[in-house]
């Protein structure tokens, strides 16, 4: 079965400085990708995807992440946080077929501070 | 173009009695996704409705049931509540099922049980 780990529940960064969430997943074959985004009071937003091809995907709002198959990773960057970027940052994992094969990490929560 | 529209946005019943959320997607989408998104258990697929047929679901009880009408428009019914269903319903609609189409997401339904 799939799996997704982000292990910083919390983070916290200066506006302007720059970004990276992790996400770690488990599955055998090659993932399909996602990195969603939820503001409070918001539904989620996907950010940016990754099915196949080149492994640096660009998203939106300045985001990207990099797919490294080696270290089973897709962690997400941003070069420089605006104090609008603070919400909650969600890593999946989908296996062929939609949607009800995707599975969600638990989220971490960006705080950006002055 | 109008967003996902999820009401009530929140919602406060006791243990045992039944709740029906409702969802309007996007203009043109005819799939609807529901998701149950909890602190402990994170963001989980409920099921998915094209055409107003039921075509994945997830892993959970009876309890939870939903349909979809004519206008792509859905409800989703949780009957016998019990406390564990406290949490964000969140509704996402797409324009085709079973495939990997964008994803929009509603605000949400907060629902507490007491």
């Known amino acids: 079965a799939q799996s997704v780990t982000q292990p910083d529940i919390h983070i916290t960064v200066s506006e302007g400085a720059s970004l990276e969430l992790r996400c770690n997943y488990s599955?055998?074959?090659?993932?399909?990708l996602f990195w969603y985004v939820q503001s409070p009071g918001q539904g989620l937003q996907l950010l940016l995807k990754?099915?196949?091809?080149?492994?640096l995907v660009q998203g939106i709002k300045g985001f990207e992440a990099e797919f490294k198959r080696s270290q089973s990773s897709f962690n997400l960057r941003k070069p420089s946080v605006h104090w609008s970027d603070a919400a909650e940052y969600f890593c999946?994992?989908?296996?062929?077929?939609?949607?009800?094969?995707?599975?969600f990490g638990t989220g971490t929560k960006l705080q950006v501070i002055p | 173009k109008a967003g996902v529209t999820q009401t009530p946005r929140y919602l406060i019943k006791t243990r045992g009695q039944q709740v029906t959320l409702s969802c309007s997607p996007i203009?043109?989408?005819?799939?609807v996704s529901w998701y149950q998104q909890t602190p402990g258990q994170g963001l989980q697929f409920l099921f998915e409705?094209?055409?107003?047929?039921?075509?994945n679901k997830g892993n959970f009880p009876g309890r939870f049931s939903g349909r979809q009408f004519s206008n792509s428009r859905s409800e989703m019914n949780v009957s016998t509540l019990e406390l564990g269903d406290s949490a964000l319903y969140l509704c996402?609609?797409?324009?085709?099922?079973?495939?990997?189409?964008?994803?929009?997401f509603g605000p949400g339904t907060r629902l507490t049980v007491l």
């Open positions: 203009s043109g989408h005819r799939s």
């Open positions: 409705y094209f055409s107003e047929t039921q075509r």
């Open positions: 996402a609609s797409s324009v085709e099922a079973g495939t990997y189409n964008e994803q929009f």
């Open positions: 999946a994992v989908g296996a062929p077929g939609g949607y009800q094969k995707v599975t």
């Open positions: 990754y099915f196949s091809g080149d492994t």
């Open positions: 599955y055998g074959a090659t993932p399909y």
